[in-house]
């Protein structure tokens, strides 16, 4: 049986992630094509336990080392458990972040070393990398505010715009040095234009699909 092809939405916090998956899911299901969704941190029992863990303000201060080991050891979880049975089955995934949100909220935001993230990266994901990554890309001020008109903040919205920033910037370099995967959507457009945009950006995928 074909693999199914792994797709993953990226970008700050607010820019629409969640909005434009279910509308990637139907975009694909008009085309015949057998989909899961899914979020990391999370996706399994045990990954939204660890999602807590990480996502919770608590008493206790979160170190750098145990947040990244934390995403990971969801992401282990979370592949060997659905990801992976998903695609062998010929489904495809469309997955709310992966691990360019590590590289860009770990290694960007918290400035961890980038190669300790490689090396967890090939430890855990072997040579499992999305067919394609749709960035979701515009100002953190209009990311901040769409993302404040909800309730309570948590952890990660709680930090400061430089950290943002900083997120941003190791978005858009990742982008730049892995064009072919990574496609940057404007997000700060309108809802139609966006989704406009991101229809353009799966169509490749798509029609190879159905050759
Ligand atoms: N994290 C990490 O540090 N390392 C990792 O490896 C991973 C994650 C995997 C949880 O992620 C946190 O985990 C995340 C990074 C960290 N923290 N942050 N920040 P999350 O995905 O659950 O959290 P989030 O980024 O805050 O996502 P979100 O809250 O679900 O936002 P979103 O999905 O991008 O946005 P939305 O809910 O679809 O849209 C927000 C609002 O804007 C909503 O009212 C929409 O109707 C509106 N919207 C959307 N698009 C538009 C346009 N184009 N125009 C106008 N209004 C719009």
């Known amino acids: 049986?074909?693999?199914?092809?792994?797709?993953?939405?990226?970008?700050?916090?607010?820019v629409g992630k969640s909005t434009n998956l279910s509308f990637v899911k139907q975009l694909?299901?008009?085309?015949?094509?057998?989909?899961?969704?899914?979020?990391?941190?999370?996706?399994?029992?045990?990954?939204?336990?660890?999602?807590?863990?990480?996502?919770?303000?608590?008493?206790?201060?979160?170190?750098?080392q145990t947040e990244l080991l934390l995403m990971f050891a969801a992401r282990a979880q979370h592949i060997q458990q659905v990801i992976q049975p998903a695609l062998r089955q010929g489904k495809w995934v469309l997955c709310d972040r992966f691990t360019d949100a590590t590289y860009a909220y770990q290694g960007g935001g918290r400035g961890m070393d980038v190669s300790v993230i490689a090396w967890l990266e090939n430890h855990v994901q072997?040579?499992?990398?999305?067919?394609?990554?749709?960035?979701?890309?515009?100002?953190?001020?209009?990311?901040?505010?769409?993302?404040?008109?909800?309730?309570?903040?948590?952890?990660?919205?709680?930090?400061k715009q430089h950290f943002f920033e900083q997120v941003r910037t190791a978005y858009l370099q990742r982008a730049a040095s892995n064009?072919?995967?990574?496609?940057?959507?404007?997000?700060?457009?309108?809802?139609?234009?966006?989704?406009?945009?991101?229809?353009?950006?799966?169509?490749?995928?798509?029609?190879n699909n159905h050759a």
Do not use: C, N, W, Y
């Not at 995967?181 to 139609?192: E, T």
């Open 126 to 159: 072997g040579g499992l990398r999305p067919h394609l990554t749709l960035l979701l890309d515009a100002p953190v001020e209009i990311g901040m505010e769409r993302a404040q008109k909800r309730a309570e903040l948590d952890r990660f919205e709680s930090e």
């Open 28 to 64: 694909l299901e008009t085309h015949k094509i057998d989909v899961i969704t899914t979020r990391e941190p999370g996706g399994t029992i045990i990954a939204e336990k660890i999602r807590q863990l990480l996502l919770d303000k608590g008493d206790e201060v979160v170190s750098e």
């Open 1 to 14: 049986m074909k693999q199914g092809k792994f797709i993953t939405l990226e970008g700050g916090e607010g």
């Open 179 to 207: 064009p072919q995967q990574i496609k940057v959507i404007d997000a700060s457009q309108s809802l139609p234009d966006v989704q406009a945009a991101i229809s353009d950006s799966l169509q490749m995928l798509i029609k």
